[in-house]
C-alpha cells in the first residue's frame, strides 16, 4: 500500500451518527398526519415508504438535489393515502426536515481529536458529502469542525452524487493526490464504499445502526471496517508499518 497522503470523510452516518434523528421518525410522521388529515401510525408507514421509493429512484442518478428527492418522497407519502398537500406546504416541510437532521446532530467519539492528528501527521483532511448546500453548511456549524479540514465539498457543488467516479475525483483534486494515495471513510457501503473503490481509493466503512428510511446496502464480506473513528488512527499506524491487512474485522 502507498503512503496515505489524504483522508477524506462522509458526514451524515460518518462524522455524526443517526441515532437521535432516527428517535425523531415517529414525530415525523406525526407532523406529517397533521398536516394532511391522516392517521399518525398511517402516515408515517406512507412516508417510510415514499422515502424509500425516492431513495430508490433517485439513487440512480448521476446527480440530484436532496431537496428534490425529499419532495418526491413526501408526495408518494401523502398520494399513497389518497390526501393532497399543496407545493408550498411540501416545501415548508422538506426544509423543516432538513433543519431536523441539523438540530438532532450529535458529532462522534473522537471526531476534533482525530482531525487534528491526521492534519499533525501532514495528511490532507476532505470532507466530501452527498448534501445540498443548504444542509451541507447547518452541518458544519453544528459540528463546529471547519477549520480543521483543508477542503470541503458537496454534492451540489460539484453537480455529481456519490457513487458517480466523477465526485470523488473532485475530492481528488482538491487535495492533490492520486487515488492510491487516499482513504475515503463513510457508512454507506454502496455510495461511499463501493463508489470510493471503484476509483481506487482506499474506503474504510464506519458502523452505523440507526435505522433510516434510505438502503445502504450490505456490506462485504471482506471489507474494512472501524467502530469509531479513532480506530482510524491505528489503521494508518498500521498501514505505517506494513502490516495493515484487508478483511472484514475491526481494527
Keep these: 500500500m502507498e503512503t496515505i497522503r489524504a483522508v477524506f470523510f462522509d458526514f451524515g452516518g460518518t462524522l455524526f451518527t443517526y441515532e437521535l ?5 415517529r414525530s415525523t410522521g406525526s407532523r406529517l ?9 398511517q402516515a408515517t408507514d406512507a412516508y417510510s415508504s415514499g422515502m424509500a421509493r425516492a431513495g430508490r429512484e433517485f439513487s440512480g442518478k448521476s446527480y440530484y438535489l436532496h431537496r428534490d428527492m425529499f419532495t418526491a418522497g413526501v408526495n408518494y407519502a401523502v398520494q399513497s393515502l389518497g390526501k393532497q398537500l399543496d407545493e408550498q406546504s411540501v416545501y415548508d416541510f422538506v426544509t423543516w426536515l432538513n433543519r431536523t437532521i441539523t438540530d438532532n446532530i450529535v458529532p462522534r467519539k473522537g471526531l476534533s481529536e482525530v482531525l487534528i492528528e491526521l492534519r499533525r501527521r501532514n495528511i490532507h483532511v476532505g470532507g466530501a458529502s452527498n448534501a445540498d448546500i443548504e444542509q451541507f453548511e447547518p452541518m458544519l456549524e453544528a459540528l463546529e469542525v471547519r477549520p480543521l479540514f483543508d477542503s470541503l465539498m458537496c454534492s451540489e457543488q460539484v453537480k455529481f452524487c456519490k457513487p458517480h467516479a466523477k465526485f470523488f475525483y473532485h475530492a481528488l483534486d482538491q487535495a492533490g493526490c492520486e487515488a492510491a494515495e487516499a482513504i475515503y471513510v463513510g457508512d454507506t457501503p454502496i455510495a461511499d464504499i463501493e463508489g470510493a473503490e471503484r476509483v481506487g481509493m482506499h474506503a474504510i466503512l464506519i ?3 440507526s435505522n433510516i428510511v434510505f438502503d445502504r446496502g450490505s456490506p462485504r464480506d471482506d471489507q474494512q471496517m472501524i467502530k469509531e473513528l479513532p480506530e482510524l488512527l491505528t489503521y494508518l499506524d498500521q498501514i505505517d508499518a506494513g502490516i495493515a491487512s484487508q478483511g472484514r474485522k475491526q481494527t
Excluded at 21 to 25: I, W
Excluded at 33 to 41: E, K, P, T
Design 21 to 25: 434523528l432516527a428517535a425523531t421518525h
Design 33 to 41: 398526519a397533521v398536516l394532511i388529515g391522516a392517521n399518525a401510525d
Design 207 to 209: 458502523e452505523e445502526n
